[in-house]
C-alpha cells in the first residue's frame, strides 16, 4: 500500500475512498459524562509514528457493486486538509432523544488474558462492565473458533456497588474471506475486565496484503500490554500505545479498547470501531466514529504512515447493574441502527438470554440488512449524504461483543 494512502473500500469502489459521518453522544447524565484527548501522554516508540500529511486525489471512480446505481460526484474524491488538527477532530454532541445514523466497531479475534488461543475462525462471546469510555483506534480480532460465554473474575466498585462484565461475542467473517479469516479481531482479557476490537483496512488486498493479520497482531500485542498493568486501573490509550509499537505485521486496523476500572468503563477508540451503552431500554451512549473524509477512517499502521494512537479519543463513562455494553466492527454499525441494536438487546434481556446469544442475535439480524439492497441503513444514507446513489446494506465482516453490568457476588 503506498504511503499515506490509506483506503477502506466499504462497498465495491476499486478506488474510491469512503468514510461515515461522526457519531453523536448521548447521555441521560450528562453531568458525569467526560471526554478527552490522549495527546501524546505516554512515551513509546510507536509515538514516533507521523500522521500523512497532503492532499489525497481519488480520480475514476469505479464500482464494482450493484447496489450502486449512480454518483452523482464521479469525478473523484479530494481530501485537501489533512492537517493534525483536521485529523484530531471528532465531531460529537450531545442531545436528549434517539441517536443519529452511526455504528461501533468490534472484530475478528477473541481471547481472554488467562487461556489465550490463536486462530483463523472464531465466534466468541465476552462481557465487561463500563466506567470509563475512549474512543480512539480499536478494531475486533478473533483468535479461537469456540462459541463461548465467559464470566470475568475480576470487579470493580462504582456507587458503593461492585461490578463486573458478563460478555459474549460473535463473529461473521465476509462469505469471501471466511477462508482466510476475514479482517476483524477481537479480545477479552478476563483478569483484567477488559475487552477489544479492530477490523483490518481491506483496501490492502489489493496489493496482496491481508490486513486481517495486522489487526490480530494489534489485539493480541493488546492483550500483553493489559497484562502488565495494575488489576482495576488498565488505561486503554497506554495499551493501544503500548501495542501499536510492538505490532509489526504489515497492513492498517482500526482499534478499541475497553476496560472496566474503579472509576467505571474507560476506554479509547481510534477510527470507526466503537460502542454503546443501552440502560433501561434507551441508547445512553455512543462513541463517534473518527474518519478523515466518507469511508475514510483513521487507521493504525506499522512504519511511519497511519495515524498516531494519541489520536484517539478517551472516554471515561459511569456504568450501573444492568447496563450492557455493546462493540462492534462497522459490519454492525453500517448495516444497523441503534435503536435496532437497541430493540435486539432488550428483547434479550426480558427472555433472560445471555450476552452470548444476544451477541449472535445482533449479528444475525445485521447480516440479514447487510443482504438487503431494498432496505435503508445507516451505510447507505451516509452515502447519499457524500453525494452518491447507494440502496441497502454493506456485505462485510461483522463482529460483536456483548457486556452485561452485574453485580458481582465476591468482595
Not at 457493486?65 to 485537501?80: D, I, M, Q, R
Not at 488467562?114 to 465466534?123: A, I, T
Not at 483496501?203 to 489487526?215: R, S
Not at 447519499?384 to 465476591?410: E, H, P, W
Request: with cysteine; glycine share 10%; hydrophobic share 35%.
Amino acid at each position: 500500500m503506498p504511503s499515506g494512502f490509506l483506503v477502506k473500500l466499504n462497498f465495491g469502489f476499486t478506488t474510491a475512498i469512503i468514510a461515515r459521518n461522526s457519531a453523536s453522544l448521548l447521555s441521560n447524565n450528562p453531568a458525569r459524562f467526560s471526554v478527552k484527548r490522549s495527546l501524546g501522554a505516554y512515551s513509546m516508540a510507536a509515538s514516533s509514528s507521523k500522521p500523512v500529511f497532503g492532499d489525497v486525489h481519488i480520480d475514476d471512480i469505479i464500482t464494482t457493486c450493484g447496489n450502486v446505481l449512480e454518483f452523482s460526484k464521479p469525478s473523484g474524491v479530494y481530501f485537501a486538509d489533512r492537517s493534525r488538527a483536521t485529523c484530531l477532530k471528532a465531531c460529537m454532541r450531545m442531545r436528549n432523544g434517539e441517536l443519529p445514523n452511526s455504528r461501533l466497531i468490534c472484530g475478528y479475534s477473541s481471547f481472554d488474558a488467562s487461556n489465550f488461543v490463536l486462530g483463523p475462525f472464531s465466534k466468541n462471546f465476552h462481557t465487561m462492565p463500563s466506567s470509563q469510555f475512549s474512543a480512539g483506534a480499536a478494531r475486533d480480532v478473533s483468535f479461537d473458533g469456540n462459541s463461548r460465554e465467559e464470566q470475568l473474575a475480576n470487579s470493580t466498585v462504582v456507587s458503593g456497588q461492585t461490578l463486573k462484565l458478563l460478555s459474549g461475542s460473535c463473529y461473521l467473517p465476509h462469505p469471501d474471506k471466511e477462508e482466510t479469516g476475514g479482517e476483524d479481531a477481537h479480545f477479552i482479557c478476563a483478569d483484567q475486565q477488559a475487552i477489544g476490537v479492530a477490523d483490518g483496512v481491506g483496501g490492502w488486498a489489493d496489493v496482496g496484503i491481508n490486513a486481517g493479520e495486522y489487526a490480530r497482531e494489534l489485539m493480541s500485542n493488546s492483550v500483553s500490554a493489559i497484562q502488565e498493568e495494575p488489576v482495576g486501573s488498565v488505561d486503554p490509550a497506554k495499551v493501544l500505545e503500548k501495542a501499536h509499537s510492538s505490532t509489526k505485521a504489515k497492513g492498517s486496523s482500526t482499534a478499541c479498547i475497553i476496560a472496566l476500572t474503579n472509576e467505571g468503563i474507560h476506554a479509547v477508540n481510534l477510527g470507526d470501531s466503537g460502542f454503546m451503552v443501552v440502560r433501561d431500554g434507551c441508547t445512553v451512549f455512543q462513541s463517534p466514529v473518527q474518519q478523515h473524509g466518507f469511508n475514510f477512517t483513521y487507521q493504525l499502521e506499522s512504519g511511519g504512515s497511519g495515524d498516531l494512537p494519541s489520536s484517539g479519543q478517551v472516554f471515561t463513562f459511569p456504568v450501573s447493574p444492568g447496563d450492557v455494553i455493546i462493540a462492534g466492527t462497522d459490519g454492525l454499525f453500517d448495516n444497523l441502527y441503534n435503536n435496532e441494536v437497541t430493540a435486539v438487546v432488550v428483547h434479550a434481556v426480558r427472555a433472560g438470554l445471555g450476552p452470548q446469544v444476544t451477541a449472535q442475535k445482533i449479528a444475525a439480524l445485521a447480516r440479514q440488512r447487510a443482504q438487503d439492497r431494498n432496505r435503508q441503513t445507516p451505510f447507505s444514507s451516509a452515502a447519499q449524504d457524500a453525494g452518491f446513489r447507494y440502496y441497502g446494506g454493506k456485505l462485510d465482516d461483522i463482529t460483536v461483543v456483548v457486556s452485561y453490568i452485574a453485580i458481582s457476588n465476591k468482595v
